[in-house]
């Protein structure tokens, strides 16, 4: 594979990170998670980024940790107003072994499309199951494939200006190559910036069916109480833009 979760320059990239809270700030599934975390005393956030939604949590009281893998994100999440709350973790969740438990897992951003292949996504719901309090449950956000939103991603319906409070107007904009036989999309992601200087990285994402995730979360000893099909809380139906499932422990 081109990329993966510990090499891709968007996140590692320290100038490409630094667009991250532009392009993926507050949204519709930081904003359910952070609902969510009103009734846990504990939260694990999984591909946690820029720490936006960890910090929020653990400013409301809860004992928070906040992984991903990738340094220059968590460089922006510890500074951040209450990141000095949160439990910081550069680490893989797919090996990640924290010995604690959780009243609360969540993967926001897509981050699980970032795991590849059946192997990594099994290893990452193991790490969720090995987390999880009793009573504890899990959400994370998978787009679905039957949606294709992959096909809004070239050129030129994705070209956009986004404003940068050090560099100001950039033009922004992706494309986009799908496999249809691994369901992996690689995209670019570009910024040029004022002085025409080109900021770019490929990424890599894995299209994965509802029928399949369900599959992989029953084979690692989780149950879904309630498959959404979007971060606004409709049920999950085939033409759903997302598949998300809240669950728990069997």
Not at 3 to 14: F, R
Not at 24 to 31: M, S
Not at 158 to 177: C, I, K, L, Q, T
Request: glycine share 10%; proline share 5%.
């Amino acid at each position: 594979m081109t990329t993966s979760p510990g090499s891709d320059a968007l996140y590692h990239d320290p100038r490409l990170a630094d667009f991250y809270d532009i392009d993926n700030g507050w949204a519709d599934d930081t904003r359910m998670c952070l609902d969510l975390a009103r009734e846990a005393g504990s939260v694990l956030d999984f591909g946690c980024g820029t720490g936006l939604l960890a910090a929020a949590c653990a400013e409301r009281g809860a004992r928070v940790v906040g992984v991903d893998p990738a340094a220059a994100m968590l460089a922006i999440a510890a500074a951040r107003p209450g990141g000095d709350r949160v439990t910081w973790v550069e680490g893989d969740g797919r090996t990640l072994r924290l010995d604690q438990r959780f009243d609360l897992i969540v993967m926001t951003g897509h981050a699980f499309q970032c795991l590849l292949t059946d192997a990594d996504q099994l290893a990452l719901l193991k790490t969720i199951a090995e987390h999880l309090a009793p009573q504890g449950r899990f959400i994370f956000d998978s787009r679905n494939p039957r949606g294709r939103e992959w096909l809004e991603w070239g050129p030129h319906d994705s070209r956009r200006m986004v404003d940068h409070p050090r560099y100001g107007a950039v033009e922004s904009w992706n494309d986009f190559a799908h496999d249809p036989a691994t369901g992996i999309v690689t995209y670019d992601t570009y910024y040029r910036l004022p002085n025409g200087e080109l900021l770019a990285a490929k990424s890599q994402i894995r299209f994965t069916s509802k029928e399949y995730i369900a599959a992989l979360v029953d084979e690692n000893g989780l149950t879904v109480d309630r498959w959404l099909g979007g971060w606004q809380g409709s049920d999950f139906v085939p033409e759903s833009k997302e598949v998300i499932p809240l669950g728990r422990l069997k």
